[in-house]
């Protein structure tokens, strides 16, 4: 009862009261942050039926919406732990944290964490920001952990659930019940497919429009283009239903932003240093 009391009251914070005057969404800046590359990364591991011989070059990054007021909110946090980094061997690699920092935003000014699912690249670098509100699908948070931090799904890294159920104890995560919920003014959240149990992505209110940050979504723009499903999924039909939603909801085919491709820097180029601005 008390973790649905935050969640609603959580949640009203974030609409307008009934008969009051409808106010303009707020319009964001949208960033792609490369904080690390993977390199070497087999293609077919990204794209379902892809040429097994394939490699590149993958981006590891997070997404920085700036909006009006110091609201800053992240998509997604990273990952920070040493034995994530020594096990993968990013090349290039700087926190989250540091990699937002060069974008402008220092970590403690995040206000909010939006976590696309609990993979470990995805959600283990939420502690370096320290005043960040957490938002995650219910589902997928109750699916994967308890409140002790107990592990109910391999899916999550022991260290991540103790992480997150401790942010939860603390008041400092909101679970969101399910699809299309403007979370944040100009900020709506989506259930995605099942890359893990219940994933989300993002849509943006921007000046060039509805830009949707797809997270694993959509690992590289070849998913979006071919239609072809991710190769990491529990269900493929469900990732194609996203895709496709995906493209009605964004404003433009070229708004739609992968979770691993590095050609989002090379299709945005500005500012450059491994920031990129979506417009």
Do not use: C
């Not at 283990?124 to 952990?145: C, K, M, T, Y």
């Not at 592990?151 to 969101?176: E, F, H, N, Q, S």
């Not at 944040?184 to 060039?208: E, N, R």
Request: a neutral charge.
């Amino acid at each position: 009862m008390k973790g649905r009391l935050v969640n609603t009251l959580a949640l009203a914070a974030a609409f307008p009261l009934a008969g009051a005057a409808q106010q303009p969404a707020p319009s964001y800046e949208v960033y792609a942050v490369r904080y690390a590359v993977v390199k070497n990364f087999r293609v077919a591991g990204l794209v379902a039926g892809a040429d097994t011989s394939r490699r590149m070059d993958i981006a590891m990054m997070v997404w920085l919406l700036k909006g009006p007021g110091g609201r800053n909110v992240l998509v997604d946090a990273g990952f920070q732990r040493d034995d994530l980094i020594q096990r993968w061997k990013p090349a290039d690699y700087v926190t989250p944290s540091a990699a937002v920092a060069q974008a402008g935003v220092r970590p403690e000014d995040v206000t909010d964490v939006i976590v696309s699912h609990v993979h470990w690249d995805h959600m283990d670098g939420v502690s370096l920001f320290p005043n960040a509100h957490i938002w995650i699908q219910r589902e997928e948070f109750e699916h994967h952990l308890d409140m002790d931090g107990n592990v109910l799904d391999r899916a999550i890294d022991g260290p991540d659930a103790a992480m997150l159920a401790k942010l939860r104890r603390a008041g400092r995560v909101t679970l969101v019940d399910g699809d299309a919920v403007e979370i944040i003014p100009g900020i709506t959240v989506y259930t995605g497919g099942k890359h893990t149990f219940q994933s989300q992505f993002v849509g943006v209110h921007a000046t060039p429009g509805t830009i949707v940050l797809a997270s694993d979504n959509a690992y590289l723009y070849e998913n979006l283009e071919k239609h072809a499903a991710i190769a990491q999924t529990l269900d493929a039909a469900s990732n194609l239903r996203a895709q496709e939603r995906m493209m009605k909801l964004a404003s433009s085919a070229k708004l739609i932003v992968p979770g691993h491709d590095p050609a989002v820097f090379e299709r945005f180029p500005s500012p450059g240093k491994g920031v990129a601005r979506i417009q």
